[in-house]
């Protein structure tokens, strides 16, 4: 049996150990869980070093060096929204509809988990932790897959993890982690359809792109985000500069952040001047691009002649995830917002608020940009699925 054919066969051994837990004990095991992330900081960011070392080594970007770093703040951060997770509702049983049926039998539809999640992700090791406790509690095993750059990281979070899942009495093995990073594996982990029952690929593009066209297993398309800010003609001007600047410095390596500035004509000189001015030399402002994630401090730029064709560029080059208008002008944003096709659009406010915590999910696995069968920041229930429960009295079909 093959490394990850086994790791395979372990999670679909969990899956029915897992699915019936009670809200308690999975909210005793995650508060465990939180609980360890921050009683271990010291080795954790010890482990994070090794990855940083290589990743500088290796001639990594700043963005891509920031993506990856833990600090005593940021693993405080994936602890707390651990714990915020452990306040939410549990999803799993929720009556979802249902009634007595024509032939006399009652129908219940209930909300069920859909059992085992594989993740691929690249270096981003909060993705470790955030799928692991948005799997648990919502009822599912998961089958951890990141890159190899955050490798020592990733092992590191996960066995605490695990360590407190059994001092919680549940099994270590609903979060397994795929600790050899090689594209075999992976791809053969893409092949997995009789133990994994949904892949989540989490990070550029190219991950994306070779997860939905390898995979057999179903693929919940998540995470490039080609996001934009349009500066509409009626917009106030001061108010675009620091939405722009918050939407593409705040954070330049994450999903949300804008990637393409677009400007009606006819305010464009002065908005564009008005952002140099706020950027200087920190973010480099290209003229074309427009199909790249830069991921950096690296924006492009186009003037418009109209909103119709913003709305055209967006729909042509954006990735579904999140697009933004500034303007004082209602009838622009109901337009911006009715035609624009992406999972979230933003009136006057930055995209970096696509965010499941900000959303009130908790922590997220990932933000969908596809329509099926989840759309937005993956949360709680959009990682469970339903059944139907028919009671009868001997009713026959006839």
Request: charged share 25%; glycine share 8%; aromatic share 6%.
């Amino acid at each position: 049996m093959s490394y990850i054919l086994d790791l395979g066969v372990r999670a679909k051994a969990a899956e029915s150990a897992i699915r019936n837990i009670a809200t308690e004990q999975k909210n005793n095991a995650l508060t465990a869980v939180a609980e360890a992330l921050t009683a271990n900081a010291a080795l954790i960011i010890a482990e994070n070093k090794k990855d940083l070392e290589n990743a500088v080594k290796n001639g990594k970007t700043k963005a891509f060096i920031d993506r990856l770093t833990l600090t005593e703040e940021r693993i405080k951060g994936i602890s707390d929204s651990v714990m915020e997770i452990v306040a939410l509702a549990d999803p799993i049983g929720e009556i979802l509809g249902g009634g007595e049926a024509k032939d006399g039998f009652n129908i219940v539809k209930k909300r069920v988990p859909l059992g085992v999640i594989g993740v691929i992700y690249e270096s981003r090791p909060n993705v470790t932790v955030d799928a692991a406790a948005l799997c648990l509690k919502s009822g599912n095993v998961c089958v951890l897959r990141g890159g190899s750059d955050a490798i020592h990281s990733s092992k590191c979070l996960a066995l605490f993890m695990r360590r407190a899942l059994e001092n919680s009495g549940i099994t270590a093995d609903a979060v397994l982690l795929v600790e050899d990073t090689s594209r075999e594996v992976a791809a053969e982990m893409m092949k997995l359809n009789e133990h994994i029952d949904v892949l989540i690929p989490r990070g550029g593009a190219g991950l994306i792109k070779s997860v939905v066209e390898n995979s057999t297993i179903p693929v919940i398309e998540t995470g490039a985000g080609n996001c934009h800010l349009y500066v509409d003609e009626n917009a106030d001007i001061a108010m675009a500069v620091k939405i722009a600047d918050n939407a593409k410095t705040q954070r330049p390596s994450v999903c949300n952040s804008i990637e393409t500035v677009l400007a009606h004509e006819a305010i464009a000189e002065e908005f564009f001047a008005a952002i140099k001015a706020k950027w200087g030399d920190l973010v480099e402002i290209r003229y074309g691009d427009y199909e790249v994630e830069f991921n950096d401090y690296i924006i492009s730029a186009k003037t418009v002649a109209s909103i119709d064709e913003a709305i055209a560029h967006i729909n042509k080059y954006g990735t579904r995830h999140s697009e933004c208008i500034i303007t004082q002008n209602y009838e622009n944003a109901r337009r911006f917002q009715q035609e624009v096709d992406a999972a979230a659009v933003y009136v006057n406010a930055s995209t970096r608020f696509s965010d499941g915590n900000i959303f009130g999910l908790g922590a997220e696995i990932g933000i969908s940009n596809q329509k099926l069968h989840a759309r937005g920041p993956l949360g709680l229930r959009e990682l469970t699925s339903y059944k139907y429960l028919i009671y009868g009295n001997g009713q026959i079909r006839t």
